[in-house]
């Protein structure tokens, strides 16, 4: 896999200027959110034309969980404008649609099913490999997309998982200054991701040594910085970001396992922000995988937990667990309103079961139904 190469926001971007330049870039193609008018990046942008001669065309029409019928337009529009470089800005929503164009760029329009099919498309049978470079500038310290390989759609309501290694952002633009600006629910909610990213890699069945000491260097930076970020000190905000890369880096070799493959339907069903829908089913995910590893006797998985639970700052087995609990207290203060008629058996229909094959031990789907009961009692009010 391609190393990655990392420029930060100094000198007024010249590490990219000189990579554009370098590359011989004639047309930017900017996957964006509206809130890239707040930040430097937007100035450097408006001023590529008249310094370096380099066309700027922005997309911005893609929602927060990017759709198929997204893609399709963002694909429509990078043909249009003849552009040689992707570049995303924002958050994993804008990345995703970036990757996602990538992957399909090159796919005969023809090939490409239309949005109103009844059956489960191949998508990643569809991917062509595209040599188009992909910059990409994370404007949360969170998703970890701007690290892995994969990108995820919705279609139909239903989530997909693309995967090829050209998806891989070919650079990554740091910039700690777009943190300072993100509203306090975004704040919290991709922390929580970078932070479950982190967990769920270390115990992955994926997992090796690399990733391991990715996820470690996520976990340390995450925790030793959680109080300055919050707080607004800016110090944090560079070791922020690399931490959700690091955890990016981390899951890009382990995967995610049961937290994140519990947690898509809340977010597609109830509209609840990704990282929370993650966190609060790895609550009893972890709970539960405590209960089977001491149960089974599984040694190796019993020192790994003991090891997880001390960079929280335990001793046993399940003191990593609570000190993750009295974390997420302090940031999901308030319950959530159900605004959808599904019913836990939909919920536990809904399991992404790649994911879930990644988990160390095995979940029934009574296991499946107790942890989504639990969530539910715990997080939504009537």
């Not at 932070?195 to 976990?219: F, P």
């Not at 988990?359 to 029934?364: A, R």
């Amino acid at each position: 896999m391609h190393d990655q190469l990392i420029f930060s926001d100094r000198n007024e971007y010249s590490e990219l200027s000189d990579y554009l330049k370098n590359n011989g870039t004639r047309s930017l193609f900017v996957v964006c959110g509206k809130s890239i008018k707040n930040f430097p990046v937007e100035l450097y942008l408006n001023s590529l034309k008249s310094s370096f001669n380099i066309e700027v065309v922005r997309f911005s029409d893609f929602s927060p969980n990017p759709k198929y019928e997204d893609v399709l337009k963002g694909i429509n529009t990078f043909i249009n404008a003849k552009s040689d470089v992707i570049m995303a800005v924002g958050g994993g929503s804008a990345i995703d649609i970036a990757k996602c164009i990538k992957a399909f760029c090159n796919v005969q329009k023809n090939d490409l099913p239309d949005c109103d099919v009844s059956y489960s498309p191949d998508f990643n049978k569809l991917v062509k490999v595209s040599n188009v470079p992909l910059i990409c500038m994370p404007t949360t310290a969170g998703s970890g997309a701007e690290a892995t390989h994969f990108a995820v759609m919705y279609f139909n309501y239903k989530k997909y998982s693309i995967s090829a290694l050209c998806l891989r952002p070919t650079a990554v633009v740091f910039s700690p200054c777009v943190l300072d600006s993100l509203p306090s629910v975004q704040k919290q909610s991709t922390f929580l991701d970078a932070l479950s990213h982190s967990i769920e890699s270390y115990w992955s069945i994926n997992a090796t040594e690399e990733s391991i000491e990715y996820s470690v260097e996520a976990l340390n930076n995450l925790l030793r910085n959680f109080d300055g970020y919050f707080n607004n000190n800016e110090k944090c905000y560079e070791k922020m970001l690399w931490a959700s890369y690091t955890a990016g880096r981390a899951i890009n070799i382990s995967k995610t396992t049961a937290g994140h493959a519990l947690s898509y339907k809340l977010t597609s069903e109830f509209n609840i922000p990704h990282g929370y829908a993650v966190a609060m089913c790895l609550k009893h995910v972890w709970k539960k995988t405590i209960e089977k590893a001491e149960y089974s006797n599984n040694k190796n998985l019993i020192d790994k937990l003991i090891s997880l639970s001390r960079l929280f700052g335990g001793q046993d087995i399940s003191e990593g667990l609570e000190l993750f609990n009295k974390l997420l207290k302090s940031l999901i203060t308030k319950k959530f309103k159900l605004i959808s008629s599904v019913t836990i058996d939909d919920l536990s229909k809904s399991v992404n079961v790649e994911r879930l094959k990644n988990h160390p031990v095995s979940f029934s789907k009574d296991d499946i139904v107790e942890i989504y009961k639990n969530v539910m009692r715990e997080f939504y009010e009537n």
